[in-house]
T-cell receptor, first 109, second 116 residues
Framework: KNEVEQSPQNLTAQEGEFITINCSYSVGISALHWLQQHPGGGIVSLFMLSSGKKKHGRLIATINIQEKHSSLHITASHPRDSAVYICAVPIFGNEKLTFGTGTRLTIIP | GAVVSQHPSWVICKSGTSVKIECRSLDFQATTMFWYRQFPKQSLMLMATSNEGSKATYEQGVEKDKFLINHASLTLSTLTVTSAHPEDSSFYIC????????????FGPGTRLTVL
């Protein structure tokens, strides 16, 4: 069993749809990262959160520490949001991150 | 925001040669940098932890004599793939931690290595 699991693995949606990507992890953590990887490979840190909710533009990340679960939401999705979204957590209690397998999101115009 | 750069962004080399990849934190000091490798359609895998002024800590299964890591300053870490082989072809990504007592990591754009 992977220590960090994401769902769905692939998601295709129409432009404008509300998107939800889920991440579950198996151990207690101090913080969770959401990353975006574009087709060229470059990675951008979207959020780091340890409780509650964070919002940046059309992106919203929530985390429930008790349930060991986080969600990434995209409102009014746009084709430029097409990318792989990865959650990552410091499983071993330090800075070393363990990554989920990613969710490949495709937004169709 | 904090920026981490990598150079080169892509490199093609012949089998048996060595390739050096640089990771720089441009506007902050990073006592710790991480090196990751990503094969196609797979997740990132941590290769090693690089600490300024000390030897890198390698993950299980990563050959330290093949992947040489040097963290000579608080803004630069280098990964040298020695005697590269086609199976070393991958996407190499670094991340940098700004200071101590933080969970924040800033990721570099990655370097795509192709070994012929």
């Amino acid at each position: 069993k992977n220590e960090v699991e994401q769902s769905p693995q692939n998601l295709t949606a129409q432009e404008g749809e509300f998107i939800t990507i889920n991440c579950s992890y198996s151990v207690g953590i101090s913080a969770l990262h959401w990353l975006q990887q574009h087709p060229g490979g470059g990675i951008v840190s979207l959020f780091m959160l340890s409780s509650g909710k964070k919002k940046h533009g059309r992106l919203i990340a929530t985390i429930n520490i008790q349930e060991k679960h986080s969600s990434l939401h995209i409102t009014a999705s746009h084709p430029r949001d097409s990318a792989v979204y990865i959650c990552a957590v410091p499983i071993f209690g330090n800075e070393k991150l363990t990554f989920g397998t990613g969710t490949r999101l495709t937004i169709i115009p | 925001g904090a920026v981490v750069s990598q150079h080169p962004s892509w490199v093609i080399c012949k089998s048996g040669t060595s390739v050096k990849i640089e990771c720089r934190s441009l506007d902050f000091q990073a006592t710790t940098m991480f090196w990751y490798r990503q094969f196609p359609k797979q997740s990132l895998m941590l290769m090693a932890t690089s600490n300024e002024g000390s030897k890198a800590t390698y993950e299980q299964g990563v050959e330290k004599d093949k992947f040489l890591i040097n963290h000579a300053s608080l803004t630069l870490s280098t990964l040298t793939v020695t005697s590269a082989h086609p199976e070393d072809s991958s996407f190499y990504i670094c991340s940098a931690v700004p200071g101590l007592f933080t969970d924040t990591q800033y990721f570099g754009p990655g370097t795509r290595l192709t070994v012929l």
